[in-house]
């Protein structure tokens, strides 16, 4: 009986080494060390031995049993690394492709040139406020002194939506939305970015669209060498600490005085060039001193506060600092543009 067993045995080992899959492997195990396997069945009949012959059989049984165990482990084994070798050779990644570049987002310069402004001016306590930029004609206009029918309304064409809505033309009209939301704030100092819309003739320096950032200080101590002070840190924060302004006379209804405000030409520091059309100085913005009507109709008592108000183009900012040749180039989202300035 015993060399029976060691022919299935042999028989056994041959079928294990060469299965070829995991179920092939599982059939062989339940056929092999199953409990209808000749082996299971020949423990059986042990019983039917001499007690000297069991315990012989008892062990080479066992032993066979344990060999085919320790083989199938081992087929067992094998195959999973082949099925791992198998996987990793065709999900293989080529390392040595090139890559493909990610391409990253940057701020826009109008949107630079506006944080920049913002992060001087929070710097000195002012707060950032907003308004709508469709806007009523008494917030845009009528608020700021300009009456309907005034001609200085001639300054800004204006995109009506309705007799009494349009298209705010500058963010003067934030002043007046944010006087009256804050009697109580002293000093009131504010800065308010945003768009605003005008109809001009579009030209290199002209759009229908751009940003202007506006600031605004109530106090009762305000003049205007306050605000000189002021454009002065903010013209060389933009353009460099080696600029100088002036101040040139100007109208705007509402402030009085009012000026224009010119910077040293950062290109060739005065001197003289094509920048500066030769004069050394280049007009940045418009600014002065809060207009007493404008006061007192936001509710301030213009005896006892007065306060300095500018407004400036941002993308004008950009035109001069980047020497860029035309505004519109900063609405056609042309990448290779935007690029330039990350
Ligand atoms: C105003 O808009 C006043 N609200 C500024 C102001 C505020 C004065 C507070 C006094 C006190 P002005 O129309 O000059 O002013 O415009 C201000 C700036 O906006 C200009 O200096 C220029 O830089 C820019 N700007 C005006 N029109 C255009 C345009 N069509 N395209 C691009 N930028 C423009």
Wanted: charged residues 25%; negative net charge.
């Amino acid at each position: 009986m015993i060399q029976q067993l060691e022919a299935i045995l042999e028989e056994a080992k041959a079928k294990i080494r060469q299965a070829s899959d995991l179920n092939e492997l599982g059939d062989l195990k339940a056929l092999y060390l199953g409990k209808k396997s000749a082996f299971s069945a020949a423990m059986q009949d042990m019983r039917m031995m001499s007690e000297s012959e069991r315990p012989l059989f008892g062990q080479r049984i066992n032993a066979i049993k344990a060999e085919l165990s320790t083989l199938l482990e081992q087929a067992k084994t094998q195959i999973e690394k082949a099925v791992i070798e198998q996987k990793l050779q065709s999900e293989a990644v080529d390392i040595t492709l090139p890559g493909k570049p990610i391409r990253l987002g940057a701020t826009h310069l109008v949107t630079q040139i506006i944080e920049e402004i913002e992060n001087l001016f929070v710097g000195m306590g002012y707060t950032i406020e907003e308004g709508p930029e469709v806007e009523l004609d008494k917030y845009n206009f009528e608020m700021l002194n300009l009456p309907k029918d005034h001609p200085a309304r001639d300054m800004q064409d204006s995109f009506y939506i309705t007799e009494e809505t349009l298209l705010r033309t500058h963010t003067s009209p934030v002043q007046v939305r944010a006087m009256l939301a804050n009697h109580n704030q002293r000093p009131f100092k504010i800065i308010c970015p945003g768009k605003v819309y005008r109809n001009d003739d579009e030209d290199k320096t002209h759009s229908h669209q751009f940003s202007q950032i506006e600031a605004l200080v109530v106090d009762e101590n305000t003049s205007l060498s306050d605000l000189k002070g002021t454009l002065l840190l903010l013209a060389r924060t933009l353009f460099g600490e080696e600029r100088q302004i002036r101040m040139r006379p100007s109208f705007f209804p509402f402030t009085e005085p009012s000026v224009e405000v010119d910077i040293s030409c950062h290109r060739c520091n005065g001197a003289g060039c094509s920048l500066c059309k030769g004069t050394g100085w280049i007009e940045i913005l418009g600014a002065g001193m809060v207009n007493n009507a404008v006061l007192s109709m936001a509710g301030y008592d213009p005896e006892k506060y007065q306060g300095f108000a500018f407004g400036v183009g941002v993308e004008r900012v950009a035109i001069l600092r980047h020497a860029v040749d035309d505004i519109r180039q900063f609405f056609v989202n042309d990448m290779r543009f935007n690029r330039q300035f990350r």
